[in-house]
């Protein structure tokens, strides 16, 4: 059964940069497409960009500029970094699995992890 | 920049109603269009793909249909279970979701 779990920090100040990673476990971090998905309180989802084998990278034109997800296949985990984070970025952060670029939809997610932009 | 508009934005109905969310995007899609179901303090989870495709392990009472710019998603018998928001999303260019529609109990 494939299971992935967000991780990192739960507090960020404002202007630094967000950094979680996604840690993939019962199957490969190969050949997958691997987005992450933010969710502010109250509000509804908003795609944040995908990664696929290192290669191909995808980001929402709203984050393009502040964005950075990259992969570690040895470890089988996937990151994300946000940089000058404002209070408009707390959210809960999920990861999931696309098999297909969206095709067949995110067929796995983690189970989220909020993290708060504050001093 | 592709935008997904869901209606209605909430609605109240009984066990045993046939419920219909609908989703329509600014500019055609063909039938790049998924569903999601999420319950509070939980992942959304997949329903439905490429717009009438049913997720495996979904029941049968959820249905997608649509192509281009109108969809529609089907909850034919709502059970207890099903009181949640659902999502659309469209995987034509980027990823784009519609703003939820939560179903409560009426």
């Known amino acids: 059964q494939v299971k992935l779990q967000e991780s990192g920090p739960g507090l960020v100040k404002p202007s630094e940069t967000l950094s979680l990673t996604c840690t993939v476990s019962g199957g490969s971090i190969s050949n997958y497409y691997w987005s992450w998905i933010r969710q502010p309180p109250g509000k509804g989802l908003e795609w944040i960009g995908y990664?696929?084998?290192?290669?191909?990278?995808n980001y929402n034109p709203s984050f393009k500029s502040r964005v950075t997800i990259s992969v570690d296949t040895s470890k089988n985990q996937f990151s994300l970094k946000l940089s000058s984070v404002t209070a408009a970025d707390t959210a809960v952060y999920y990861c999931a699995r696309d098999p297909s670029s969206g095709v067949r939809g995110f067929d796995y997610w983690g189970q989220g992890t909020l993290v708060t932009v504050s001093s | 920049d592709f935008q997904m508009t869901q209606s209605p934005s909430s609605l109240s109905a009984s066990v045993g109603d046939r419920v219909t969310i609908t989703c329509r995007a600014n500019?055609?899609?063909?039938?790049?269009l998924n569903w999601y179901q999420q319950k509070p303090g939980k992942a959304p989870k997949l329903l439905i793909y490429t717009a009438s495709t049913l997720q495996s392990g979904v029941p049968s009472r959820f249905s997608g249909s649509g192509s281009g710019t109108d969809f529609t998603l089907t909850i034919s018998s709502l059970q207890p279970e099903d009181f949640a928001t659902y999502y659309c999303?469209?995987?034509?260019?980027?990823?784009?979701f519609g703003g939820g529609t939560m179903v409560e109990i009426k």
């Open positions: 990664i696929y084998n290192s290669g191909s990278i």
């Open positions: 500019q055609s899609i063909s039938r790049y």
């Open positions: 999303q469209q995987t034509y260019s980027t990823f784009t």
